[in-house]
């Protein structure tokens, strides 16, 4: 019970860190150099002594660099147009001091195309695609560039080569309103991801409950007797009380801004340390559970020097654990490194899920109300109040030498480049998780043998699903003009919503609020309440 109660608390301390940093990395916008996540169109206007008229071109601003700095009327002022000198600016070029340089497609990244324009003065670059379509251009690693980057289509990058050899040539650049993209397929994968993570967890915590029940009852009665408490009493791990919901948002607050502060390499490497160790003991949990399932002859007890005596599967299971997360930490940067992340992370929550519980709906109310005030705040009331900067996206970004913070899903966008990534926050999909999970347990509080019910679970996902379809079409819609957006002000209105609006319509909304059972109306009228008293949804109940 010990080991158990200790590895709870320590789940609870990274469930803060996770938050908060994943609470920023939300709102990141791809990989450390990127400084959006989605496609922004830009109008070229060029003006060339070959023609009479201008001829506007359509082109679209890398996911790194600078936007456009608007002029009179929404355009800028003409820049003189110029071919680079290495026609890929794979390696530097010759100097064109305040002008926008026209380079082609192929051979080198994106960033160091960039990098190598901007180091010869460009004031703007213009990449020619040899594709039929315009596509995104991301990049990877900690380059900065601070100009803008667009790519037009090949026939226009023809034509204003043409232009620019016919004498002379000047372009303005303006920005394009258009719509958000979400890519579907990444979409849907990052909503099956989280989903299964809430359903997994709920699964095992139940699991866990019955299990442990069922051991009450054998030494409680061991004659074979009923036992007289129903199940999830005495459940093991860590319960979330109203004194922690009400401090969870301070403390996640607390941790941003320390991190805000500091910015230095340390922080980013204890913040990635949390993560690695937090996914050791997911990891730890499902190997455990597998090979014990499958090899139920190893389960028994060894001596080892040391860690004296343990169980015998326990040796595979933290030896693959530690394994899977040093191959992440050496192939960081290897684009299939997400995959890895991803089950680490889906484990981490898992174990949380199954460990840290609410005690009744009020506290988790308090909890979640509070974490989506907490996004509210630093996404849209706190840059206003303080100097335009935000705290989150700053964190998110890793400062000035753009280090990453690890605690997200992400999938890659089809058709992107490599480092393009949909991405969802830890922080979006624990915390609804806790209620998903209480609400699977209060169905269950009295089932003592056979199929669990998922009277709760179902609609509950459902809910849940829900708020992340209203998050991507915020996000297809730029609701509030962020380039990520706050998944909690749209999951916590679904969810909580959804759960208290069910609970009523079965006539336990009281109880579920309570905690427990309720009592009869005599001992109600006696004036005992259990409201704010804490008792779990696992409270005992004579039968």
């Known amino acids: 019970m010990g080991s158990r109660q200790s590895a709870s608390w320590s789940l609870l301390a990274l469930l803060i860190v996770a938050f908060c940093a994943a609470s920023a990395s939300a709102q990141a916008t791809g990989e450390p150099c990127q400084t959006r996540s989605i496609p922004v169109g830009v109008s070229i206007v060029e003006t060339s002594v070959a023609r009479e008229n201008s001829v506007t071109?359509?082109?679209?601003?890398?996911?790194?660099?600078?936007?456009?700095?608007?002029?009179?009327?929404?355009?800028?002022d003409p820049i003189p147009l110029v071919v680079a000198s290495d026609r890929n600016a794979c390696t530097s070029i010759a100097e064109v001091a305040g002008k926008a340089v026209l380079l082609w497609r192929g051979e080198c990244a994106y960033i160091e195309k960039a990098r190598n324009a901007q180091d010869a003065g460009a004031a703007a670059v213009i990449v020619v695609s040899d594709e039929e379509e315009l596509s995104p251009m991301s990049c990877a690693g900690d380059a900065s560039v601070t100009i803008p980057v667009m790519q037009v289509l090949e026939k226009d990058g023809a034509q204003m080569e043409q232009d620019i050899a016919a004498g002379s040539a000047t372009v303005s650049i303006s920005e394009l309103k258009i719509k958000g993209t979400v890519d579907l397929t990444a979409s849907t994968a990052l909503l099956a991801m989280a989903s299964l993570t809430i359903i997994f967890g709920a699964v095992w915590s139940l699991y866990d409950q019955?299990?442990?029940?069922?051991?009450?009852?054998?030494?409680?009665?061991?004659?074979?007797?009923?036992?007289?408490?129903?199940?999830?009493?005495?459940?093991?791990?860590?319960?979330?009380?109203?004194?922690?919901?009400?401090?969870?948002?301070?403390?996640?607050?607390?941790?941003?801004?320390?991190?805000?502060?500091?910015?230095?390499?340390?922080?980013?490497?204890?913040?990635?340390?949390?993560?690695?160790?937090?996914a050791v003991q997911g990891l730890t949990a499902l190997f455990f559970a597998a090979i014990e399932s499958s090899f139920k002859s190893m389960s028994q007890d060894i001596n080892l020097p040391v860690f004296g005596t343990v169980n015998a599967v326990s040796v595979p299971s933290v030896s693959l654990a530690v394994i899977t997360v040093l191959v992440w930490l050496i192939n960081q940067g290897a684009d299939w490194?997400?995959?890895?992340?991803?089950?680490?992370?889906?484990?981490?929550?898992?174990?949380?899920?199954?460990?840290?519980?609410?005690?009744?709906?009020?506290v988790g109310s308090m909890l979640l109300m509070g974490a989506m005030c907490y996004?509210?705040?630093?996404?849209?009331?706190?840059?206003?109040?303080?100097?335009?900067?935000?705290?989150?996206?700053?964190?998110?970004?890793?400062?000035?030498?753009?280090?990453?913070?690890?605690?997200?899903?992400?999938?890659?966008?089809?058709?992107?480049?490599?480092?393009?990534?949909?991405?969802?926050g830890y922080g979006d999909v624990i915390l609804p998780g806790l209620l998903i999970v209480h609400n699977h347990l209060f169905d269950n509080r009295k089932v003592e043998s056979g199929r669990p019910r998922m009277r709760y679970l179902v609609p509950s996902i459902g809910a849940y699903i829900a708020g992340l379809l209203l998050t991507f079409m915020a996000l297809y819609f730029e609701v509030g003009g962020q380039g990520g957006q706050p998944a909690l002000c749209y999951l916590v209105p679904s969810v909580l919503g959804g759960t208290v609006a069910y609970a009523h319509s079965r006539g336990e909304f009281k109880e579920m609020w309570r905690g427990g059972d309720l009592l009869d109306e005599t001992e109600e009228d006696e004036g005992e309440r259990l409201i704010g008293s804490g008792s779990t949804n696992s409270t005992a109940a004579n039968v």
């Open 337 to 362: 490194a997400w995959v890895l992340q991803d089950v680490m992370g889906m484990s981490f929550l898992v174990n949380v899920l199954r460990l840290v519980h609410l005690p009744n709906l009020k």
């Open 375 to 424: 996004d509210i705040f630093w996404v849209y009331i706190q840059p206003h109040l303080f100097g335009n900067e935000s705290v989150m996206v700053k964190v998110a970004k890793g400062g000035e030498k753009h280090e990453s913070l690890p605690m997200l899903f992400l999938f890659p966008r089809l058709g992107g480049s490599v480092g393009d990534f949909s991405m969802l």
């Open 57 to 76: 071109y359509l082109g679209l601003l890398a996911f790194f660099g600078s936007t456009v700095d608007a002029g009179p009327r929404g355009s800028a």
């Open 210 to 278: 019955m299990s442990h029940s069922q051991r009450d009852e054998t030494e409680s009665n061991p004659h074979g007797g009923r036992a007289a408490a129903a199940h999830g009493s005495g459940l093991e791990g860590l319960e979330i009380t109203e004194s922690s919901a009400a401090y969870f948002v301070v403390f996640a607050s607390v941790v941003l801004l320390v991190i805000f502060f500091t910015m230095q390499h340390w922080v980013f490497i204890v913040i990635k340390g949390v993560f690695c160790f937090a």
